[in-house]
């Protein structure tokens, strides 16, 4: 019985130690947050921009998206509103294989990810580059429902979970910051969950 206590009070205690300050484990719950009505798009009207400061503007659609090297995200997601879901598995494209194709100019510092609604939210472009932020369209091996931003969303999972726009429509280079729906609503231009970078301020 000793044992059994030990085990789980430890199990508990790893996953304890892999949140970030102020976060609860959500577990086996996927809450549901966003700001507009719930679009339907269907994939074969899905599409994936690139605009701004790059050398080439590009455009996916659901077919040619697909058709990129797949990749996988394997870990933790921190929403602000206090949840985190441990251990979620993601596939889609790496962030850095799109940006591969359209190049950004050597100006560009940040970028508005931008979601077919018209939500918006923005990134400094290196929390996108380097493997840290993917266009996703399954979530635990099952295609992304529609309620969390399917048929493909943004993934930016080192950083609260509202930087990863839900139906997402593309990204928009710049050369300086500018705040998107929930940053001018007051909340951090950044975002990091270690830092607990929850609002403007923080
Ligand atoms: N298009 C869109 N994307 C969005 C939001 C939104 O309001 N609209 N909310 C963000 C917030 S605050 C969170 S916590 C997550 C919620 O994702 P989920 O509903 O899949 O858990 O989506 C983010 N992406
Ligand atoms: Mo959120």
């Known amino acids: 019985m000793a044992g059994i206590t030990r085990g789980f009070t430890g199990r508990r205690r790893e996953r304890d130690q892999r949140l ?3 976060q609860y ?4 719950e996927w809450p549901v947050l966003h700001a507009e009505a719930t679009p339907n798009i269907p994939t074969d009207r899905w599409t994936f921009t690139i605009e701004g400061l790059v050398e080439n503007v590009v455009t996916w659609n659901w077919d040619e998206i697909h058709a990129l090297p797949r990749s996988r995200y394997e870990g933790d997601i921190h929403c602000v509103t206090t949840w985190s879901k441990l251990g ?3 596939d889609g494209v790496s962030v850095d294989t799109l940006l591969g194709a359209a190049k950004p100019l050597p100006t560009a510092t940040h970028v508005m990810a931008v979601s077919h609604t018209g939500y918006t939210t923005n990134l400094p472009l290196a929390d996108i580059t380097d493997g840290k932020a993917w266009v996703v369209w399954d ?3 099952k295609p992304l429902s529609t309620i969390h931003g399917g048929p493909a969303r943004l993934l930016v999972p080192h950083l609260y ?6 139906w997402v429509s593309g ?3 710049m050369d ?5 729906f929930w940053e001018r609503n007051g909340y951090h231009d950044r975002g990091d969950p270690w830092a607990e970078q929850r609002y403007q301020g923080d």
């Open 176 to 180: 300086h910051d500018e705040q998107g």
């Open 161 to 166: 979970f509202w930087k990863s726009a839900k």
């Open 20 to 22: 970030p300050p102020g």
């Open 139 to 141: 979530a635990d091996g």
């Open 88 to 90: 979620m598995t993601f």
């Open 25 to 28: 484990d959500a577990r086996d």
């Open 171 to 173: 990204l928009r280079l």
